[in-house]
């Protein structure tokens, strides 16, 4: 069995968008737990506050932009980890046969291609970037000061952080936008597939009852043969 199929762009394209997005997920994934983020804390850790944050904003302000980092941190978390398995599985198991199959064209054809690899890795990685971008920004927003102050403090967590968002934000809609301006639309060749489907499948209907409906000759007399010998 053949698992990783690259012989041509829609192949290409499918693989290269699989392996941006499970980079741009590890690195999300790794971020959010780790603590070098900024001074040797992350998301998770207790920051106390200085007396220039206490002029600037009340600690009410403070702890809600701590809850919106860690609370949009999580969800970034979740959809990184389905959105990783996702990506997995278009990687390795997706072939050009696979949506060939009767049951995927179909849903495509009814979908208009929304269900195609490119399209739910867009649907999907995207929103994951965007919400680890959010956590990532309340971070900044929160200790901006702190970062100017010593921008050599800021640790490898963060910058993983931000290549990870980039990769599944601005990168993936990148790559797919050249993907749909390269690729050729594969809409017409799956109608032609379901057409000829449909007439192979008109065509196997025809010849069944064909084959119900003839009976060989001398079939009624043969019957009648045996019906009239058995008489006593």
């Known amino acids: 069995m053949k698992f990783i199929e690259l012989g041509d762009s829609i192949n290409r394209f499918r693989f290269a968008q699989s392996g941006l997005g499970l980079a741009g997920c590890l690195c999300v994934c790794y971020a959010v737990w780790s603590p070098s983020w900024f001074q040797e804390k992350g998301l998770w850790s207790t920051w106390n506050s200085s007396s220039s944050d206490q002029t600037t904003r009340t600690d009410d302000a403070a702890f809600s932009v701590l809850e919106a980092e860690r609370v949009f941190g999580v969800v970034s978390f979740l959809m990184a980890v ?51 971008l959010l956590s990532w920004s ?35 809609s990148v790559v797919y936008i050249v993907e749909q301006a390269v690729v050729p639309d594969v809409i017409p060749g799956l109608q032609k597939d379901v057409e000829s489907w449909r007439l192979s499948s008109q065509i196997k209907d025809t010849k069944r009852a064909f084959s119900a409906n003839w009976h060989p000759a001398g079939h009624k007399s043969h019957f009648a043969l045996q019906r009239y010998l058995s008489m006593p």
């Open 138 to 172: 309340f971070f900044t927003y929160q200790h901006h000061e702190e970062i100017c102050q010593d921008f050599s403090s800021l640790g490898s967590s963060y910058w993983l952080g931000a290549l990870g968002w980039t990769l599944l934000l601005i990168v993936e």
């Open 82 to 132: 389905s959105t990783g398995a996702l990506c997995l599985v278009f990687a390795l198991c997706w072939t050009s046969q696979t949506v060939r199959s009767y049951s995927n064209t179909r849903s495509l054809l009814m979908a208009g291609q929304a269900l195609y690899p490119t399209n739910l890795l867009l649907f999907t990685m995207a929103p994951t970037g965007f919400f680890f």
